[in-house]
T-cell receptor, first 115, second 115 residues
Framework: AQSVSQHNHHVILSEAASLELGCNYSYGGTVNLFWYVQYPGQHLQLLLKYFSGDPLVKGIKGFEAEFIKSKFSFNLRKPSVQWSDTAEYFCAVKPRDSGYSTLTFGKGTMLLVSP | DTGVSQDPRHKITKRGQNVTFRCDPISEHNRLYWYRQTLGQGPEFLTYFQNEAQLEKSRLLSDRFSAERPKGSFSTLEIQRTEQGDSAMYLC?????????????FGPGTRLTVL
C-alpha cells in the first residue's frame, strides 16, 4: 500500500520568506501527485497536481512543485509567501496502476505566515 | 454555490446512537468519495461510488459504517452504535471521470462529536 510523509507538521515564516514543504511517498509504481490546501474555515482545495510530462508543475497563487522520481518526492515551493498563505497543506498520492480511485494523504503541514 | 455540499455541518450525539450524513456532489460528477479526518491527520479514504455502484468499501472502518448512493446522485454515510472514537470530520468529495484521472472536489465536511 502507498503512504505519504510530510516532513514538517508546523512551519512559521515571515512574509516574503521563501517556502518549501517536503513530501515523500512510498509506492513502487507510477503515481499521480497532488497538493491540497485548506485555508482557515474553508474546505480542501486543489493547489496543483502532477500526472505526467514536465516534472515542474505550477499551481494557483504562485505555488509550484517538482516531482523527483528518483527521490519519490513532490516538494511544494513558493518564492515569497504572503500572510494569506496561512493554511494547512496536504500532499496526496494516487497510484495510476491501481483499480482504486482513491487518494492517500499525508498528515499535513500547518503554515503560519506572520505579517 | 454549485460545489459539493454536506449536511449537517455539525453533529453531536451520544454514544450508542446512530447518525446519518448526507453528501450532494457537483451535479454532473459520477464519482463520489467519503473520507474521515481526525485531528492532526490527513483525510483517510473510506469508500467510493461510481454512479450508484459502490466500487470499494473494504476501507470502511467497521461494519458499523455503511454508505449508499441509491440513484447515483446524493450519498449517505451511516454510523451505527456510535463510539467516542468515531468523533472526527467526515469529508465527501466528487469527481467526473471520463478518461484518465481527475480532480476530486471536496465538501466542507460534517464534524461529528460523540459524547
Amino acid at each position: 500500500a502507498q503512504s505519504v510523509s510530510q516532513h514538517n507538521h508546523h512551519v512559521i515564516l515571515s512574509e516574503a520568506a521563501s517556502l518549501e514543504l517536503g513530501c515523500n511517498y512510498s509506492y513502487g509504481g507510477t503515481v499521480n501527485l497532488f497538493w491540497y490546501v485548506q485555508y482557515p474555515g474553508q474546505h480542501l482545495q486543489l493547489l496543483l497536481k502532477y500526472f505526467s510530462g514536465d516534472p515542474l508543475v505550477k499551481g494557483i497563487k504562485g505555488f509550484e512543485a517538482e516531482f523527483i522520481k528518483s527521490k519519490f518526492s513532490f516538494n511544494l515551493r513558493k518564492p515569497s509567501v504572503q500572510w494569506s498563505d496561512t493554511a494547512e497543506y496536504f500532499c496526496a498520492v494516487k497510484p495510476r496502476d491501481s483499480g482504486y480511485s482513491t487518494l492517500t494523504f499525508g498528515k499535513g503541514t500547518m503554515l503560519l505566515v506572520s505579517p | 454555490d454549485t460545489g459539493v455540499s454536506q449536511d449537517p455541518r455539525h453533529k453531536i450525539t451520544k454514544r450508542g446512537q446512530n447518525v446519518t450524513f448526507r453528501c450532494d456532489p457537483i451535479s454532473e460528477h459520477n464519482r463520489l468519495y467519503w473520507y474521515r479526518q481526525t485531528l492532526g491527520q490527513g483525510p483517510e479514504f473510506l469508500t467510493y461510488f461510481q454512479n450508484e455502484a459502490q466500487l470499494e468499501k473494504s476501507r470502511l472502518l467497521s461494519d458499523r459504517f455503511s454508505a449508499e448512493r441509491p440513484k447515483g446522485s446524493f450519498s449517505t454515510l451511516e454510523i451505527q452504535r456510535t463510539e467516542q472514537g468515531d468523533s472526527a470530520m467526515y469529508l465527501c468529495a466528487s469527481s467526473l471521470v471520463l478518461a484518465g484521472d481527475n480532480e476530486q472536489f471536496f465538501g466542507p465536511g460534517t464534524r461529528l462529536t460523540v459524547l
